[in-house]
């Protein structure tokens, strides 16, 4: 699969690794890898991978689940690196783990 962020979030989930043209598991790389700031362009990318695993179907409904896809947008899209981990702890908990 090729990233391609102007496409709609697909109804299925991909690992980052799986990613074909290399900009997300750049991204991934840096954010998981280093202590850097990711850019607003990498913040992008990131938030359209993590977007995509938020809001996937196939996940069983629960409040904790609801929180997490109502805090996407201030902790993710608009976040940094320690709302977005927070946000990646939050998600494990309740079973999803894109990384």
């Known amino acids: 699969m090729v990233f391609d962020p102007g496409m709609a979030p697909a109804m299925m989930l991909f ?6 043209s290399g900009q997300l ?7 998981v890898m280093t202590n850097e700031s990711l850019t607003e362009a990498e913040r992008d990318t990131f938030a359209y991978y993590l977007r995509i695993w ?10 904790r689940l609801t929180q997490l ?4 947008d201030e902790r993710v899209a608009n976040g940094d690196r320690t709302t977005i981990s927070q ?6 908990i309740v079973g999803i783990d894109p990384l």
């Open 15 to 20: 690992y980052w690794r799986n990613e074909q």
């Open 25 to 31: 598991s750049a991204v991934v790389h840096k954010f």
């Open 54 to 63: 938020a809001d996937f179907p196939g996940w069983q409904e629960s409040q």
């Open 69 to 72: 896809r109502q805090s996407f």
């Open 87 to 92: 946000w990646l702890s939050d998600a494990r």
